[in-house]
């Protein structure tokens, strides 16, 4: 039952907070997932200039 409360207190203390607009790009770029082979090839753009895709 402690741990429930201390939990709650917790919860509700993060309310308050707020990201700033550079925070949350930040976590954006980071959790982004990646592409799935063969497309990351394609991110870099060396790969590409070499092996254009298919039209």
Do not use: I
């Not at 402690?2 to 308050?16: F, I, K, P, Y």
């Not at 700033?20 to 497309?39: I, W």
């Amino acid at each position: 039952m402690r741990c429930s409360a201390r939990r709650l207190r917790e919860n509700l203390a993060a309310v308050g907070w707020e990201l700033t607009p550079e925070q949350v790009a930040r976590l954006d770029v980071a959790s982004r997932p990646k592409r799935p082979y063969p497309h990351w090839l394609y991110e870099g753009g060396g790969f590409a200039q070499l092996n254009p895709p298919m039209v």
